[in-house]
């Protein structure tokens, strides 16, 4: 029975002496380590792009100016164009509720991406225009406020008189705030023409509409 007990330990001391030699598993080669590498690297700098794309920032908060004989097209954060005329100013205050573009002086055409979620306001003393998803040109005289409406349908308004002083005091200011009363609602080939005491409102055929709008591609129509 004792040389049987020592046998028995004698196989154990033997398992401990020669462990298992079978062979590790075999890791990848280089070149294929290196191309599981590049891949994860790829994934991830795709969802740096996605995540990226998702959470940008979409406010802007900045002023555009053009010289005398100058133009100036501008695509702002909204996904919104704009061109601006010679001798023109607008300062551009887009949030995450609302996008206000403050036409300081001169005229300004914009073609405004649909968003129903943050309406699109010009705004030109104590007059403003609203639009969701159209084209409009805009220009501000003295004492007026002029609109030609390309595509879409826009919306005119003016502050009441109590609150038009203010409103001018405080011309850059795109955050003002206003009981704005509305005017009227312009349709693609419409141009109004609105002041404190007068509106008028007219109708273009094709022909005035393109001379109108010549100055998008720098050019002045004369007729007569």
């Known amino acids: 029975e004792g040389s049987t007990a020592l046998a028995g330990l004698n196989d154990l001391l033997q398992d401990d002496v020669n462990p298992d030699t079978s062979p590790l598993p075999r890791l990848p080669s280089a ?3 290196n191309a599981l590498a590049a891949s994860v690297a790829v994934i991830a700098f795709s969802l740096v792009l996605v995540w990226g794309g998702l959470f940008a920032d979409k406010t802007q908060h900045d002023t ?4 005398v004989g100058d133009q100036k097209p501008v695509e702002l954060v909204d996904g919104s164009k704009m061109i601006l005329n010679t001798d023109s100013e607008v300062v551009v205050s887009i949030t995450d509720e609302k996008r206000v573009i403050n ?3 001169g005229e300004v055409h914009f073609d405004v991406f649909t968003d ?3 309406p699109f306001e010009v705004r030109a003393g104590g007059h403003k225009a609203n639009a969701v998803g159209t084209a409009f040109s805009v220009r501000r005289h003295a004492d007026s406020f002029e ?3 390309t595509e879409g349908i826009v919306e005119l308004m003016k502050a009441p008189a109590v609150e038009q002083q203010r409103i001018l005091n405080k011309a850059a200011d795109t955050t003002e705030s206003a009981r704005w009363e509305t ?3 312009l349709t693609a080939g419409q141009k109004a023409l609105i002041s ?3 509106r008028q409102i007219e109708k273009m055929d094709a022909r005035t509409l393109d001379r109108e709008l010549a100055w998008h591609q720098g050019m002045i129509a004369f007729a007569g």
């Open 103 to 105: 036409l300081v002086r």
């Open 64 to 67: 555009f100016v053009t010289l």
């Open 116 to 118: 129903k979620h943050r």
């Open 196 to 198: 404190n005491d007068d």
């Open 147 to 149: 609109v030609i409406v």
């Open 31 to 33: 070149p294929v380590f």
């Open 183 to 185: 005017v009227a609602s």
